[in-house]
């Protein structure tokens, strides 16, 4: 270091202690936008390290409200915590039984791009306004741009009761 | 390589102008006060970046300014790091343009030919303060909700048109959401407006007339 300091100071070598200045300037910079970039980055991404959200089962409603052979319209009320803010959200499911046994739930997002589709009862399908994506009665696509079946959710039943796993 | 990207460049754009009037001027022997203004500069613009990035997250309304201020500090990655940056580099600020100023007074620098640079220089000393003062309301804590209730109550001494005046900074009778959004609004959109245009005819008049040597014995 010593040795270093000497030779960048003696008379001689006018012009490498010009380089060494520009070296260190240019080595400060590159250490402040390292020192700023790293967190600053670290800062903007950090949304995705918080999104994942443990599943819990929630709960639709009673069994007996399910109309046998045509989707019927849940709404559940749950609540969320995005950043700071506690909201309460409305959640729509279509819940479809066919023999009163064995149940459907199937979710209301379109999977084209996220509009939330309805059960037109007349045409005895499940339309999406947004970009005219067509599902019937168990969810499957039968025309219009949805790439995937509407999303079923993972259902149990108890005291007539009937619950999903959501997050 | 670099060389030929920068000769290519060059060519194209003429960047080693540029850069030999910005960074290769000649200048006077002079002493280590004479990097106040560039370290003033500099600090302005960590200012500049970390404030952008605050406002990822901060919402300046009574209901949220406090929580997304605690949400930043407490549960974004370097938030507290970016936060804190913003934090000191405003008193920084301030001390170090207040003491650039001081070195201007001390060696007369002010003085012909540069009386125009001094004025834009008295201006962007106002336009730091104002970013102090409008900054330390948007936390919405205590400390910065009294601070700006006693500032304002300030601005409205002045007889017969003082109420008028605490009005037009409050945007009403007292503190409330009006209060809150003019001072981000004028804090994000005003005062750098104003900043990045005085500190451009700064720079330039200072590139242009040069800087002052020290004053010596015999003049």
Known sequence: MEVAIKWIMSEASEFKRGDFLKATIFGVCGLVTVGLGIPAIAYVISPTRQATQTEVWIRVGAVSKVEVGTPTLFKVKIQRTTGWIVNEEELSFYVLTENGRDYIVLSNICTHLGCRVRWIADQEQFFCPCHNGVFDKVGNVVSGPPPKPLNRFVVKIEDNELYILGS | ?219
């Open chain 2, 1 to 219: 390589m670099s060389t030929r990207v920068g000769n290519w460049l060059d060519e194209r754009i003429g960047w080693r102008g540029i850069w030999q009037t910005i960074f290769l001027r000649k200048i006077p022997k002079v002493n280590w006060s004479f990097t106040l203004g560039s370290a003033s500069l500099f600090v302005a613009s960590i200012q500049v970046f970390t404030g952008i990035l605050l406002t990822l997250y901060y919402v300046p309304t009574p209901d949220h300014a406090y929580d997304s201020v605690q949400y930043i500090t407490t549960q974004i990655a370097g938030g507290w790091f970016i936060r804190g940056i913003h934090h000191w580099g405003a008193s920084a600020m301030v001390v170090l343009v207040f003491l650039h100023m001081l070195r201007v007074i001390f060696y007369g620098a002010y003085k012909f030919p540069r009386e125009v640079t001094w004025l834009t220089g008295v201006v962007l000393l106002i336009v730091v303060i104002g970013f102090g003062f409008t900054g330390y309301l948007l936390p919405w804590d205590q400390k910065a909700f009294w601070a700006t209730t006693v500032g304002t109550r300030i601005a409205g001494t002045p007889p017969l048109i003082g109420d008028w005046i605490l009005i037009v900074v409050r945007g009403s009778e007292e503190l409330s959401a009006i209060t809150l959004a003019r001072f981000y609004g004028v804090h994000v959109w005003v005062l750098p407006t104003a900043l990045i245009i005085l500190i451009l005819i700064h720079l330039y008049l200072v590139i242009r007339l040069g800087i002052s040597a020290i004053p010596s014995r015999e003049e």
